[in-house]
């Protein structure tokens, strides 16, 4: 036998026994459970929780219908499929059990496998009954006829069996366990981040095979073009020798600045995604008393581009005017080409009043 033929045989040996085994891992059997007005209420928390409408509904579209686009660079493209109760297709024929392997073990319901831009590695975490309910409110929505386009993903990506591999290395197929050693908030709070929440799946960095590389935990990554930043940033530090008001006030602004600006305009103001969102070379950071950041710090902007309408919210319901001051400073100094702000919260409540 020929070496490239007793590899595809060796191949196809492997994938047939991870097949077998994902089968015959499929959760146990037992009865659909009864819909109650608790368990609805229930799923509805759970779902809004772990924010599936974000990734089940395209633009213009009914929620929960699918068809969002997941734009995977150099694998292709993916569509979201529609989850809502429509028996053609939507999940209306879907068992309890169905929907229990597609969270938990990430096997559709005709045996295929998922594609983990579907987070089960995170939602086999969740118990079968926080599942259910899930699958419970879903079946209160009205349903949808909507088909997603098909997945673009090129060789050998569109290869759904490899994702059998795949979850035989990186998905643990494990229910969530409370540390004994920790508060029943403290394990609250660890199963929606992990479990429900997902927030690793965009925090955290991808190795080669596209799983989360755990020695990495919630680092910062990007995912869809946008930088899910590291959840936590070290506060300033209390009673630290500052030189003067104006030095205390900068490290204020930079704080701000780096948790609430840097998401969209990056560290160095060049921008995440488009030069819309640049600040370097904007004569609005020129502006010494800073009249045209203040207004669009606190309104918020929009205008339509080549690319759609691009927009910025307004800060003024989060923030104080102290607060805003800092941050209008921090720019002007840092990217406005070394200039020194003269804004204060007085010039910034003088926008608030005004008519």
């Not at 295929?112 to 899930?134: M, R």
């Amino acid at each position: 036998m020929k070496w490239w033929a007793a590899t595809a045989l060796g191949v196809a040996v492997v994938g047939a026994f991870i097949t077998w085994r994902a089968f015959s891992q499929r959760v146990a059997h037992r009865p659909d459970v009864t819909a109650t007005s608790e368990l609805r209420a229930r799923g509805e928390y759970l779902v809004r929780a772990g924010d599936c409408v974000g990734c089940h509904t395209a633009a213009g579209h009914y929620p929960f219908s699918g068809g969002r686009e997941f734009d995977l660079g150099r694998l292709g493209k993916l569509y979201s499929p529609n989850i809502t109760p429509d028996k053609e297709t939507g999940i209306g024929n879907w068992s309890d059990d169905d929907f229990r392997a597609a969270m938990q073990l990430g096997v559709g319901r005709g045996g295929e496998h998922l594609y983990p831009a579907f987070p089960y590695a995170s939602y086999t975490l969740l118990s079968d009954d926080d599942v259910l309910a899930i699958k419970t409110y879903l079946f209160t929505l009205s349903p949808v006829r909507s088909a997603p386009p098909e997945n673009e993903l090129r060789f050998p990506f569109n290869q759904r069996f490899l994702m059998a591999f795949w979850s035989l290395f990186f998905n643990p197929n494990q229910r969530f366990a409370a540390d004994a050693g920790h508060t029943a908030g403290w394990n609250r709070g660890k199963y929606l981040v992990e479990g429900l929440g997902h927030c690793g799946e965009c925090h955290t960095p991808r190795n080669l095979l596209q799983a989360r590389s755990q020695g990495s935990a919630y680092a910062g990554a990007v995912a869809d073009h946008w930088l899910a930043f590291k959840p936590v940033r070290a506060p300033l530090t209390a009673g630290a020798p500052v030189a003067s008001p104006a030095a205390a006030s900068l490290a204020h602004g930079k704080q701000v600045y780096e948790g609430v600006c840097a998401n969209c305009h990056h560290i160095d103001g060049a921008g995440n995604q488009t030069h819309y969102e640049a600040l370097n070379g904007s004569h609005s950071l020129r502006d010494p008393h800073a009249n045209n950041l203040i207004q669009a710090v606190l309104y918020g902007s929009s205008m339509e581009t080549p690319l759609g309408q691009v927009s910025m919210p307004g800060f003024a319901g989060g923030y104080t005017d102290s607060d805003l001051a800092a941050v209008i400073n921090y720019a002007t100094a840092e990217l406005g080409g070394g200039r020194t702000g003269a804004v204060d919260a007085a010039s910034v409540q003088r926008s608030r009043q005004a008519p």
